[in-house]
């Protein structure tokens, strides 16, 4: 194994690193952000959006992430939608991570005890006041490790961002084995990056969850 390699091929490593961190952190922030409003559309929403909230939900689920990617970059020209190869890859990870964060949320916010929300309207609680004080936090210790999880898996598919050029990590690899023909050493690399990046999410999701936990023990 020829690890000289990297002292030419670090800076572009450490690039699409970079790259690929900046897809993922905001391919699940927003992914997230998206995921909460259809699982409170779901839970509060007219029966009427509630089945095409679901419709996108079995839609996107059921179609690979490749061919949403596929279709949103080139066939979105088509309908006016011109995107360059970042913003359609962050936008794809949004679409894609949606409605499993919003499976994750609907499953977290059913397993709040009934009996706490029909106490709160009892006592004259609005249901916005509800949803802040009750269903969001009780809501998210519950939803915590299985959003950690999909995060994880999340961030191993920005790999297939390469697809459609974004210079994130597995585009700068393919690079450096194509010029050096040293893909042994380049896979290698790869999997050491994303070791350390899924280690890095777990730790910080355990941090998270212990805080959480804590915080809630405090208040009641």
């Not at 790999?159 to 990590?169: H, M, N």
């Not at 355990?206 to 009641?220: P, Y």
Request: with cysteine; net charge positive; hydrophobic share 50%.
């Amino acid at each position: 194994m020829e690890w000289s390699i990297l002292q030419q091929y670090g800076p572009s490593l450490l690039k699409g690193f970079g790259n690929t961190v900046l897809c993922w952190a905001l391919g699940t922030v927003f992914g997230m952000a998206l995921g909460l409003v259809i699982a409170l559309i779901q839970r509060y929403g007219p029966r009427w959006v509630t089945w095409i909230v679901q419709a996108y939900i079995e839609v996107i689920r059921g179609t690979p992430f490749l061919v949403q990617l596929f279709v949103l970059y080139y066939g979105g020209p088509l309908v006016g939608l011109r995107l360059d190869a970042l913003p359609a890859g962050l936008l794809g990870l949004t679409i894609y991570g949606s409605p499993y964060f919003a499976e994750i949320f609907r499953s977290g916010f059913r397993a709040v005890p009934l009996g706490q929300i029909e106490a709160a309207r009892a006592i004259g609680m609005s249901e916005l006041n509800i949803v802040r004080r009750i269903l969001l936090p009780l809501g998210l210790v519950s939803a915590l490790p299985a959003l950690v999880n999909f995060s994880i898996i999340l961030a191993k598919e920005t790999v297939i961002l390469s697809i459609i050029t974004v210079p994130e990590l597995l585009y700068q690899v393919q690079r450096m084995s194509t010029e050096t023909f040293r893909y042994l050493e380049a896979n290698v690399v790869l999997a050491l990056f994303f070791w350390g990046l899924v280690e890095a999410i777990s730790r910080v999701g355990h941090r998270l969850e212990a805080r959480i936990t804590k915080h809630l023990i405090e208040r009641t």
